[in-house]
Protein backbone atom coordinates (compact mmCIF):
# COMPACT_ATOMS: atom_id res chain seq x y z
CA UNK A 1 0.00 0.00 0.00
CA UNK A 2 3.03 2.40 0.64
CA UNK A 3 4.81 1.67 -2.25
CA UNK A 4 1.53 2.32 -3.90
CA UNK A 5 0.81 5.57 -2.34
CA UNK A 6 4.65 6.51 -3.17
CA UNK A 7 4.79 5.75 -6.74
CA UNK A 8 0.86 7.96 -6.68
CA UNK A 9 3.23 11.00 -5.49
CA UNK A 10 5.64 10.60 -7.37
CA UNK A 11 3.68 10.44 -11.14
CA UNK A 12 1.54 13.83 -9.98
CA UNK A 13 4.20 15.47 -8.29
CA UNK A 14 5.90 16.39 -11.27
CA UNK A 15 6.50 19.64 -12.65
CA UNK A 16 4.33 20.86 -15.22
CA UNK A 17 5.80 23.41 -17.71
CA UNK A 18 3.34 25.82 -19.34
CA UNK A 19 3.79 25.91 -23.33
CA UNK A 20 4.99 29.60 -24.28
CA UNK A 21 2.35 31.50 -26.39
CA UNK A 22 2.67 31.54 -30.04
CA UNK A 23 2.97 34.53 -32.13
CA UNK A 24 -0.89 34.58 -33.07
CA UNK A 25 -1.80 34.76 -29.14
CA UNK A 26 0.64 37.21 -28.36
CA UNK A 27 -0.34 39.72 -31.47
CA UNK A 28 -4.00 39.32 -29.82
CA UNK A 29 -3.22 41.02 -26.85
CA UNK A 30 -4.30 44.41 -25.78
CA UNK A 31 -2.63 45.86 -23.34
CA UNK A 32 -4.21 48.43 -20.78
CA UNK A 33 -0.68 48.99 -19.54
CA UNK A 34 2.55 48.97 -20.93
CA UNK A 35 5.50 49.88 -20.60
CA UNK A 36 6.14 52.34 -22.36
CA UNK A 37 2.64 54.31 -23.24
CA UNK A 38 1.67 54.44 -27.02
CA UNK A 39 2.15 58.18 -28.11
CA UNK A 40 0.81 60.42 -30.64
CA UNK A 41 3.53 62.03 -33.48
CA UNK A 42 3.93 65.46 -31.66
CA UNK A 43 2.69 64.81 -27.97
CA UNK A 44 -0.57 64.84 -26.23
CA UNK A 45 -1.38 68.81 -27.05
CA UNK A 46 -1.21 68.09 -31.01
CA UNK A 47 -3.53 64.84 -30.48
CA UNK A 48 -5.70 67.34 -28.67
CA UNK A 49 -5.39 70.63 -30.97
CA UNK A 50 -6.41 67.88 -34.01
CA UNK A 51 -9.48 66.82 -32.02
CA UNK A 52 -10.36 70.22 -31.44
CA UNK A 53 -10.14 70.73 -34.91
CA UNK A 54 -12.38 68.17 -36.26
CA UNK A 55 -15.44 68.31 -33.61
CA UNK A 56 -17.98 70.74 -35.21
CA UNK A 57 -21.02 70.82 -33.00
CA UNK A 58 -22.81 73.50 -35.25
CA UNK A 59 -25.09 71.23 -37.50
CA UNK A 60 -25.66 68.62 -35.16
CA UNK A 61 -25.67 69.00 -31.34
CA UNK A 62 -28.25 71.56 -29.92
CA UNK A 63 -27.51 70.80 -26.21
CA UNK A 64 -26.02 73.46 -23.39
CA UNK A 65 -24.79 72.28 -20.09
CA UNK A 66 -21.30 70.66 -19.19
CA UNK A 67 -20.86 67.30 -21.30
CA UNK A 68 -18.65 64.55 -20.52
CA UNK A 69 -17.21 61.46 -22.08
CA UNK A 70 -14.57 58.79 -21.84
CA UNK A 71 -13.23 57.95 -25.12
CA UNK A 72 -10.53 54.49 -25.68
CA UNK A 73 -9.89 53.23 -28.77
CA UNK A 74 -7.29 50.54 -29.37
CA UNK A 75 -3.19 51.75 -31.10
CA UNK A 76 -1.81 48.47 -32.96
CA UNK A 77 1.46 47.44 -33.10
CA UNK A 78 1.75 49.95 -36.33
CA UNK A 79 0.45 52.91 -35.04
CA UNK A 80 -2.76 52.72 -36.74
CA UNK A 81 -6.07 53.34 -34.34
CA UNK A 82 -9.32 51.26 -34.33
CA UNK A 83 -12.37 50.11 -32.23
CA UNK A 84 -12.96 53.83 -31.19
CA UNK A 85 -15.58 54.36 -28.69
CA UNK A 86 -16.72 56.87 -26.14
CA UNK A 87 -18.95 56.29 -22.83
CA UNK A 88 -20.57 59.09 -21.75
CA UNK A 89 -24.31 59.47 -21.01
CA UNK A 90 -25.42 61.70 -24.22
CA UNK A 91 -24.97 59.56 -27.54
CA UNK A 92 -25.16 62.45 -29.97
CA UNK A 93 -22.19 64.14 -28.04
CA UNK A 94 -20.72 60.95 -28.37
CA UNK A 95 -20.55 60.12 -31.66
CA UNK A 96 -19.22 63.54 -32.05
CA UNK A 97 -16.45 62.61 -30.14
CA UNK A 98 -16.04 59.21 -32.16
CA UNK A 99 -16.52 60.92 -35.30
CA UNK A 100 -13.46 63.95 -34.63
CA UNK A 101 -10.81 61.07 -33.07
CA UNK A 102 -11.35 59.11 -36.12
CA UNK A 103 -10.90 62.23 -38.15
CA UNK A 104 -7.51 62.92 -36.83
CA UNK A 105 -4.11 63.07 -39.59
CA UNK A 106 -1.34 61.71 -38.49
CA UNK A 107 0.72 58.36 -36.66
CA UNK A 108 1.04 56.86 -33.08
CA UNK A 109 3.63 55.34 -32.14
CA UNK A 110 2.97 51.88 -30.44
CA UNK A 111 3.07 51.10 -26.79
CA UNK A 112 6.30 48.82 -25.96
CA UNK A 113 6.46 45.77 -23.87
CA UNK A 114 9.73 43.87 -23.32
CA UNK A 115 11.09 46.33 -26.17
CA UNK A 116 8.31 44.99 -28.53
CA UNK A 117 5.22 47.01 -29.89
CA UNK A 118 1.94 46.05 -29.12
CA UNK A 119 -1.45 46.84 -28.81
CA UNK A 120 -2.69 48.95 -26.66
CA UNK A 121 -5.86 50.80 -25.11
CA UNK A 122 -5.76 54.25 -25.13
CA UNK A 123 -7.90 56.38 -22.93
CA UNK A 124 -9.06 59.86 -23.88
CA UNK A 125 -11.19 61.64 -20.78
CA UNK A 126 -13.06 64.76 -22.17
CA UNK A 127 -15.61 67.66 -20.77
CA UNK A 128 -17.22 70.47 -22.44
CA UNK A 129 -19.24 73.40 -21.89
CA UNK A 130 -21.47 74.61 -24.35
CA UNK A 131 -23.35 78.22 -23.60
CA UNK A 132 -25.97 79.68 -26.16
Do not use: C, H
Amino acid sequence: MKKVLLLFLLLFSIPVFSQEKSNQETKDIIYDKTDVAAEYEGGINKFREGFQKNFDPKNSFKGTGTYQTLITFIVDENGIISQVFATGKNDSFNNLAINAIKKIKGKWTPGMVNGQPVKSRFKFPMTMNFMN
